[in-house]
Each structure stands twice: as C-alpha cells, then as structure tokens.
C-alpha cells in the first residue's frame, strides 16, 4: 500500500475554481496511474467522483460531469483534479486512491491519500 499526499483544498465562493492534487513521491510514472476521485460530505456516505484509466480515459459522475476533470502537469509523480464552477454541494472532503495496475509494464501502486477538505460558500 502506498500512502499518497493530498493538497489543494480550502475555502472558495460558489463559482470559483480549485485544484487538488494527488502525489505519490517518488513514483516518476504516477500521472499515468489508475486514480480514482471519491468525496464525502457530513454526515453522508463517500462517494465517487471520477476516475482516469491507465488508457488516460476519464470518467465522472453526472453530479460533476463538464465542471470537473482530471489533469496531469510537469511534476510525474503527481495527478490533479481540476475544479470549475464549483457549488455549495461540491462541499467535502476529497480523497484519491491509486488503484493499482500498471503503465507500459511498471506496476502502479495501490492506496489512499489523507484527503483535503473543500468548502464552497459565500
């Protein structure tokens, strides 16, 4: 299992953008990983968010279909969730989980971050 670093959360106004990352420290080809995006509001269950595929493929909830994507930048060992148009309802704490398998024949790893809290209010 590895033990992944979330950032990026805080406080923003309905409308605004953030982006949260995912880092796996030293994992030179982690942003091509299987990464999974959950969320969990107070008091209620966690739930899924988006998901990349190793074939760079994502997919998202209706919830958060065209305002969310996931992204990748310079840094490899690091994938990010982009965030636009954020609403009160995006409120919660957001959690990555690496979810194994494997890019052009090296294994990926498995595990969770420590999640990042979002609060979107005015």
């Known amino acids: 299992q590895a033990q992944l670093l979330e950032s990026g959360g805080g406080l923003v106004e309905p409308g605004g953008s953030l982006r949260l990352s995912c880092s796996a420290p030293g994992l030179d080809h982690f942003r091509r990983c299987p990464v999974t995006w959950y969320r969990q509001a107070a008091g209620k269950e966690r739930e899924w968010v988006s998901s990349m595929s190793s074939d760079y493929r994502g997919t998202y909830a209706d919830s958060v279909k065209g305002r969310f994507s996931i992204t990748i930048g310079e840094a490899k060992d690091t994938q990010y969730l982009q965030m636009n148009s954020l609403k009160p309802e995006d409120t919660g704490m957001y959690f990555c989980?690496?979810?194994?398998?494997?890019?052009?024949?090296?294994?990926?790893?498995?595990?969770w971050g420590q999640g990042t809290q979002v609060t979107v209010s005015s």
């Open positions: 989980k690496a979810t194994g398998g494997s890019w052009q024949g090296t294994p990926c790893p498995e595990g």
